[in-house]
């Protein structure tokens, strides 16, 4: 009997109301299914507008769902709210696009790294600022940058605390939207092998949403093509890369820079660590 996933879209919807009494809904999602297992890394991949974003707002509970159902470790989560919601930081955390705007900039670093803990059970100070100190060692920063504010870091040194966050309390799986689009191209591939280390050492999954086909080859296990809200291609990252099927996934092939051949050997044998921990 296979395992539960970690995450499964049963049929999901998204409408949006349109302006006017007399207009129908705007459909954004339109009966999308799929599953992320344990420590597996799946990815969504199309344009901008193409509804890959919602569905991540979506399973995070940022947007109401109109059909269809979301279930966390066989668990439906799709409408919960308030306190239920909130409980489920344990398991669920996201990582956005904007290093420059996801921290609070009135906040030291150790500050916005101790909310998630402390939101979870009861821990001493001392505690509390161990466990900051070994986030910050994980994902590379000294142990100073507790004491630091976001603005006195650089783009990718501020996309590390918001991984640090994210993993903090060791949560099942990770909505990753474009969070390494607004880097430079040296820096996003530090982050993805820091990613890459991360679920190997805590064996999270990842929802990664982007729109560059040459990152998800490399990084994904599978591949879900988005177009207008409903998925027009799915299968293993490089199957739909080398041989997409699709008109639309062709065009995004196209599209894609070509990627540096030593990072792609680095992040393919990191995958296959990931598996198989996942698997031991």
């Known amino acids: 009997m296979s395992a539960t996933p970690v995450l499964q ?8 109301p349109s302006r006017g009494l007399r207009k129908p809904p705007t459909t954004v999602i339109e009966n999308v299914s799929f599953e992320v297992g344990r420590a597996e890394t799946v990815a969504l991949v199309g344009e901008s507008g193409s509804g890959k974003t919602t569905i991540g707002r979506a399973v ?27 409980a489920l930081s344990t398991d669920i955390q996201a990582i956005f696009q904007n290093p420059y705007g996801s921290l609070n900039p009135a906040l030291p670093v150790g500050r916005t790294l101790a909310e998630p803990l402390l939101a979870g059970s009861p821990r001493s100070r001392g505690e509390v600022r161990d466990h900051i100190t ?4 994980r994902v590379g920063l000294p142990e100073d940058a507790a004491d630091r504010y976001p603005a006195q870091f650089s783009g990718g040194q501020r996309q590390r605390i918001a991984i640090a966050r994210a993993v903090a309390r060791q949560p099942r799986i990770i909505i990753c939207d474009e969070p390494t689009s607004a880097l430079d191209v040296t820096t996003q591939a530090a982050a993805l092998d820091l990613l890459s280390e991360l679920q190997t050492t805590l064996g999270c999954a990842y929802l990664f949403i982007t729109h560059d ?23 293993p990252s490089t199957d739909v890369c080398d041989r ?35 698997t031991a």
């Open 9 to 16: 879209i049963d049929g999901l919807a998204v409408h949006y």
């Open 134 to 137: 070994g986030l910050l060692r």
């Open 60 to 86: 995070l509970g940022l947007t109401p769902v109109s059909g269809g159902r979301v279930l966390l470790d066989g668990r439906d989560i799709t409408h919960l709210t308030g306190r239920a919601r909130r």
């Open 244 to 278: 997409p099927r699709h008109e639309y996934t062709r065009r995004l092939v196209a599209a894609a820079p070509v990627p540096d051949p030593v990072l792609q050997r680095k992040r393919r044998q990191q995958r296959t660590e990931a598996e198989a921990e996942a």
């Open 213 to 235: 086909l040459a990152v998800v080859k490399e990084f994904a296990a599978r591949t879900l093509v988005l177009q207008h809200g409903r998925i027009v291609e799915e299968g």
